[in-house]
């Protein structure tokens, strides 16, 4: 049964560089859809009707900014009152009208109040707010007096060290409520995005452990106070109502801490630096961090230069972000391109403010409460790119597994192929010649197809060692041998011949196949292949073909080794005249017999041609060559299978009857000797008949080594001698006379 596609094939490459690039694409367009609903809402709230300005700011201390209204500005930087003279155009109050109130965008003033007779004179401050203002303020709103009509003059007073840019507005009650829902919807967008995101930081810190999810949190907090203490709401809370206490002042370390936050989370997102350049922006960082911290303690001697050290912390923000998002950018770092983006955009909302502050763009939603929008934009960015960390960290570990993974399969698929090696080696030499090839392919099969699965198999050779071999699996299945012949059995030899593995689809009813063709390379005058079908369309991958052609290379070698060892033992074992085993492997067959404890008999026929030297002399050695292979072959074809002939020196012949006793061995020595009688020799148109004398010894307990057997029948052979000839003689247990010449 075909087994799961194994990983780091082509194939397997190939599905998940797929599967990767649609994560990705799906992950983008899911971001971007996000952007374009927070956008769409965000500019639902922001792109209202700006409040209408009814009567002209005549600043005795302003200047007029271009053809809008007047403003009134504090510098900042030590300027800390100005005034100016609002002059008021209003109609007579009609019963059906909304009270009519004052409308000043609320910005960090230490105080704002209108003088005017009749006018109450109420003092309101960003730091330190009322609580009839509201939980969530949008302006300072000064109610105009029923009574006051016509043309009047009012003078606006404003204290604080923080550079502001005051525009009145007079509007209606109904309108300023709602330019105070719009805000206050805002506003509501800003907390909430900071709280959820330092919310799932939370969450992912608890369930991965990961520092900086923790980092991440910390930044989203400390953006949610900063971005609650510009817009004055942080001081209604009475918890944090002593923080108004330090005025402007507190705002710059919320920005400083925000900044040494902010910069610590790019830095992980730029993960790739040296350990000397992480170092450095780490010390920013923390001085950063440690400059806020010094300013929230509210030091006297720090006042004058809190403004000074947090523009020069915010421009050092800058270029470390600028920089660290370059370099994640570079590295191609999750989310990188997003991240830069709306940094930058994130720098020109806050450009766009504080010109606002000093009267130089108008004070719109968008300017107002962008930079809060992007930096909430950017957070959520940053948090998307942590959480891919996590993704990363989990491919890293997957490749880290599959690279385990792939190195065990290595090691199996080489511990199977020296298994093969192995045994091929072992298994191969005890075969008889004819079943090497059989069984060499069958262990193939054996160790192959655990590695490379595969549901049908089949070896194809002709030619192979002057046989044609088919070998399938499982051993009594053979579709795959079906239609061998004609247009079929070309095409796979074809195949064989490029030497390389292919593999192409089989469809048949109701199924379809993968069959790969592996080329067997059997020498010049033969071919084969490797045929392995998989059933659903499932492709072998280069791996497997690559591991099936080794093992099939493999098997050839340890196939062609054995044949080659098989015929060169041959070789050592047989007599190069006769044929028949020589004297060195008949006594080592008979050292083997001895060393075994064996209760079955054993004999030994010790066989001598009568007169032969008279042939060589008178007829030549090649007619005694030729009588020598006659009575062989006359000998070998009296004998039973199991029977050895062996030529043991000159014209001696030895035989050896394993089983035999002493009357069966006296019966094949008759029987051998009828033979050689009755056979007639032709040479160069002369008749010869040749005799043999036999001489018969049955292996006796007295017998100590192979030599005291093959001594007795020599002895035997030579009383046959003695005899007459051409007769047969058996030895006693003890036979103590010589050989004679």
């Known amino acids: 049964m075909a087994t799961p596609e194994p990983r780091h094939s082509r194939a397997w490459h190939s599905r998940v560089w797929r599967s990767r690039a649609w994560h990705s694409a799906a992950a983008a367009l899911a971001l971007a859809l996000l952007l374009a609903l927070f956008a769409l809402v965000v500019t639902w709230l922001a792109d209202a009707q700006a409040p209408t300005m009814r009567g002209a700011l005549a600043s005795e201390t302003a200047e007029l900014v271009d053809s809008r209204p007047q403003a009134l500005t504090l510098p900042g930087y030590g300027r800390r009152h100005a005034s100016a003279t609002l002059t008021l155009d209003l109609p007579p109050d009609r019963a059906d009208d909304p009270r009519r109130v004052i409308w000043v965008p609320r910005d960090p003033v230490d105080a704002l109040w209108i003088q005017a007779p009749g006018w109450p004179g109420t003092r309101l401050g960003f730091f330190r707010p009322r609580a009839s203002e509201g939980?969530?303020?949008?302006?300072?709103?000064?109610?105009v007096p029923d009574d006051v009509s016509g043309e009047v003059q009012v003078e606006l007073h404003a204290s604080g060290a923080m550079p502001v840019a005051l525009q009145a507005h007079v509007l209606g009650e109904d309108e300023a409520a709602r330019w105070q829902q719009r805000a206050v919807a805002l506003?509501?967008?800003?907390?909430?995005?900071c709280f959820m995101l330092a919310l799932v930081a939370v969450a992912l810190f608890w369930t991965v452990r990961e520092s900086f999810f923790l980092l991440l949190f910390a930044t989203c907090g400390v953006a949610g106070f900063l971005f609650a203490a510009v817009n004055g709401h942080l001081y209604v809370f009475p918890a944090f109502a002593a923080y108004g206490l330090l005025n402007g002042q507190g705002l710059w370390a919320l920005a400083l801490l925000f900044g040494a936050a902010l910069t610590a989370l790019m830095l992980q997102l730029a993960n790739g630096r040296t350990r000397a350049s992480r170092a450095v922006v780490r010390w920013i960082a923390a001085a950063l961090a440690g400059a806020g911290v010094m300013l929230m303690l509210g030091l006297e001697p720090l006042v004058p230069w809190a403004q000074y050290v947090a523009l020069a912390g915010c421009a050092t923000v800058v270029a470390c972000g600028i920089w660290l998002l370059a370099i994640a950018l570079r590295q191609r770092a999750i989310m990188a391109l997003p991240a830069i983006l709306l940094f930058v955009l994130l720098l020109v909302a806050v450009a766009a403010r504080i010109a606002v502050s000093h009267a130089l763009l108008p004070d719109t939603a968008w300017t107002r409460f962008g930079y809060q929008l992007a930096g909430v934009a950017l957070l959520a960015v940053l948090a998307l790119a942590l959480m891919g960390r996590i993704g990363m960290y989990r491919q890293q570990r997957d490749d880290e597994r599959d690279a385990r993974a792939e190195s065990d399969r290595r090691m199996q698929r080489e511990a199977g192929r020296a298994a093969l090696a192995r045994v091929l080696q072992v298994r191969l030499r005890e075969l008889a010649p004819t079943d090497v090839e059989w069984t060499a392919f069958r262990l193939l099969f054996e160790y192959l197809l655990p590695h490379v699965p595969a549901d049908r198999a089949a070896v194809i050779v002709h030619g192979y060692h002057?046989?044609?071999?088919?070998?399938?699996?499982?051993?009594?299945?053979q579709p795959l041998s079906v239609g061998l012949e004609g247009t079929r059995l070309l095409m796979l030899k074809r195949q064989a011949l490029t030497g390389r593995p292919l593999q192409h689809a089989v469809e048949s009813p109701g199924s379809r196949a993968i069959e790969a063709v592996v080329p067997v390379a059997v020498g010049p005058q033969g071919w084969g292949v490797l045929l392995l079908q998989r059933h659903g369309g499932r492709e072998f991958d280069d791996d497997e073909l690559t591991l099936a052609a080794e093992f099939?290379?493999?098997?050839?070698?340890?196939?062609?080794?054995?044949?080659?060892t098989q015929a060169l033992r041959r070789t050592a074992e047989r007599d190069a005249l006769t044929g028949s085993h020589n004297r060195r492997s008949i006594e080592q067959w008979l050292a083997q017999q001895f060393g075994r404890r064996q209760s079955s008999p054993l004999s030994v026929l010790f066989i001598d041609i009568d007169h032969f030297k008279p042939v060589n002399d008178r007829h030549g050695h090649a007619c005694g060559d030729h009588c020598l292979r006659s009575v062989a072959m006359a000998l070998r074809g009296a004998l039973d299978e199991q029977d050895l002939?062996?030529?043991?020196?000159?014209?001696?012949?030895?035989?050896l009857l394993p089983g035999s006793d002493l009357s069966s061995a006296r019966t094949t020595a008759e029987r051998l000797r009828a033979a050689v009688e009755a056979r007639e020799i032709d040479w160069q148109g002369?008749?010869?008949?040749?005799?043999?004398?036999?001489?018969?010894?049955?292996?006796?307990?007295s017998d100590a080594s192979p030599a005291a057997l093959v001594e007795r029948a020599d002895t035997a052979m030579y009383e046959a001698?003695?005899?007459?000839?051409?007769?047969?003689?058996?030895?006693?247990a003890s036979f103590g006379e010589r050989r004679i010449s």
């Open 135 to 143: 939980a969530l303020p949008a302006a300072f709103v000064f109610p």
């Open 187 to 193: 506003n509501v967008v800003v907390y909430s995005g």
């Open 466 to 477: 002057g046989r044609d071999v088919l070998v399938t699996e499982p051993i009594d299945d």
């Open 552 to 564: 099939v290379r493999l098997t050839v070698l340890h196939a062609d080794e054995a044949v080659a």
């Open 645 to 655: 002939l062996g030529r043991y020196g000159g014209e001696e012949f030895i035989v």
């Open 686 to 701: 002369s008749h010869h008949r040749l005799t043999v004398s036999i001489g018969v010894a049955t292996r006796d307990p």
């Open 721 to 732: 001698k003695r005899g007459g000839r051409n007769q047969v003689s058996v030895s006693p």
